[in-house]
Every structure is written in structure tokens, then in C-alpha cells.
């Protein structure tokens, strides 16, 4: 059990009656803090020997050993004559350096409870949560749009894209949808038709660029809704159609239009 000296009479201390003299045979009564319910001191730091309850000071007025108190525990001492009228009351006492009755807790130095086993901060989330919800993840999912500046003079930043062109198959007559910005979008079925929305409706942001392959045996044809498409080196608008095995780029250059070229693209 651990012990810490008492702040009050803990070692040789002297008291005295109201007139100025020893308080020889003087009592000090010790209980639980703010009860009447007695409660053990002990004569030295080992805890093991209580001290008597309560105690008698000697003909000069001191306390005959030293007073350790429980760690955790806070005391009310009661001073006494030896006719036991009593001349002080000290209430809510704790054991000198007791950090776990004057400590602070580290939610109120915070705000935030949390822990690290072996460091004695309790109320907290366990060494796993926090590893798995705030540690560095292999292969994170993002949620929302990450963004990255382009460090031009004027600094925008643009949506994260990728390093290549991650492949969409279609088997059908097929409308782009936001998701298909930066990918390629591969079609292979008989006469289809690939379909660019109007921007009211799926708004690209201007500088989509879009992949386009056909590997079916039959043209593909390439049409805008509302918006305006042309066929790149032209001013030609409009349906646009795309070779056996041939591949388009399609590019927004503005809010409703798109450039549209490549091999097999006419």
C-alpha cells in the first residue's frame, strides 16, 4: 500500500492551547474527509503500522510518530484538548505529492480523453482504434474531391486524377456519366451509340478529357445532347463517328462544348 506523509503534523509537529502552551495529551482525531467515520494513519512510510485514533501528543505538545496517510484518501483531522474541547477541524486533507487526489485529469487539460498504455492516462480509446482510425492506412479510400495545385502563377487547384486511363467496357448504348472523367471508356456491341450529356445534366468540369474505343466490327457513333461537339482541325459539329478499332479523345473546352479527335474519328 502506498503512503504519503500528512501536510498536517506529519513529522514532529507541535501544537498549543489558544493561551500559547504546549498542548500536552492533546488529541488528533483522524476520519474520512467530511465524515465521522475513522480512518487509519500510519507511523512511517512503509504503511504497515497504524498510528492510535486518535492520537496523543506528548507533554510538549508533539506528535508522538509521524503521520502518512493512504494514497487516494482524503482525511478530516479534528485537533482536541485533552478534555476533548476541540480547537480546530482541518477538512480534505491528502497525503503530500498524492497525484492521484491533486492530480489533473487529462481530459480537463485537453478537452479530449485519450490514452497510451503505460503512460497512465485513462478514459480512452485503445491502442488498436487508434491505430487503425488515425495511423497512416495502406491503400486509403478517400471520401469527397482531393484536390492538388497546379503551381501555376495563378495557383488553382484540380481534382486528383489518375496515372493512366482505368478502362469502363460497355456492351450497349452507353451516356457518360461524371465518374467516366480521365478514364476510357471501351465499347464493343453492334452499331452502338455513346452519348455526351448536356451539361445541365452531368456538369463536367472544363478540361475533361475522355477516352473513347471501339472494337466492334461496326462504326460507333459519338453524339452530344444539347451541348456543342466538333471535330478537332474542322469546324464541323455535331455526331461524330468512330472506326473499327478506332480511338477518340474527347476534350471540354468550355462549359457546353467538346473538341473531339483522333484515329479512325470522322
Known amino acids: 500500500m502506498s503512503v504519503f506523509l500528512s501536510p498536517l503534523a506529519g513529522s514532529g509537529a507541535q501544537f498549543f492551547t489558544n493561551a500559547g502552551t504546549p498542548l500536552a495529551g492533546g488529541k488528533i482525531w483522524t476520519y474520512a474527509a467530511g465524515t465521522t467515520t475513522p480512518t487509519a494513519t500510519y507511523t512511517s512510510e512503509a504503511g504497515t503500522t497504524p498510528n492510535a485514533n486518535p492520537i496523543i501528543l506528548d507533554a510538549n505538545g508533539r506528535v508522538p510518530n509521524q503521520i502518512w496517510l493512504t494514497e487516494g484518501v482524503n482525511y478530516k483531522f479534528v485537533l482536541m484538548t485533552s478534555t476533548n474541547v476541540t480547537l480546530g477541524t482541518f477538512d480534505d486533507l491528502a497525503g503530500i505529492n498524492d497525484i492521484s487526489i491533486t492530480g489533473v ?3 480537463d487539460v ?3 480523453p485519450t490514452t497510451l498504455a503505460g503512460y497512465g492516462i485513462t478514459n480512452a ?3 488498436a482504434t487508434a491505430a487503425a482510425t488515425y495511423a497512416p492506412i495502406a491503400s486509403p479510400t478517400f471520401t469527397g474531391t482531393a484536390q492538388i495545385p497546379d503551381n501555376a502563377p495563378t495557383n488553382t487547384n484540380y481534382p486528383v486524377g489518375y496515372r ?3 478502362q469502363v467496357s460497355k456492351t450497349a448504348n452507353y451516356t457518360l456519366i461524371l ?3 480521365s478514364k476510357s471508356v471501351l ?3 453492334t452499331s452502338l ?3 455526351i450529356p448536356a451539361n445541365g445534366t452531368v456538369a463536367f ?4 478529357v475522355i477516352l473513347v474505343v471501339n472494337t466492334n466490327t461496326t462504326s460507333l457513333s459519338v453524339a452530344i445532347t444539347t451541348d456543342t461537339l466538333t471535330l478537332a482541325n474542322t469546324t464541323t459539329t455535331g455526331t461524330r463517328t468512330v472506326a473499327r478499332n478506332g480511338m477518340a479523345v474527347l476534350h471540354k473546352i468550355s462549359s457546353t462544348a467538346w473538341l473531339i479527335g483522333g484515329p479512325g474519328v470522322s
Do not use: Q
Request: hydrophobic share 40%; glycine share 12%; proline share 8%.
Open 105 to 107: 485529469a487529462w481530459a
Open 110 to 112: 485537453t478537452g479530449t
Open 125 to 127: 480509446i485503445t491502442a
Open 164 to 166: 493512366d486511363a482505368p
Open 179 to 181: 465518374s467516366d472523367a
Open 187 to 189: 465499347m464493343n456491341g
Open 193 to 195: 451509340t455513346l452519348s
Open 205 to 208: 468540369p472544363v478540361g475533361t
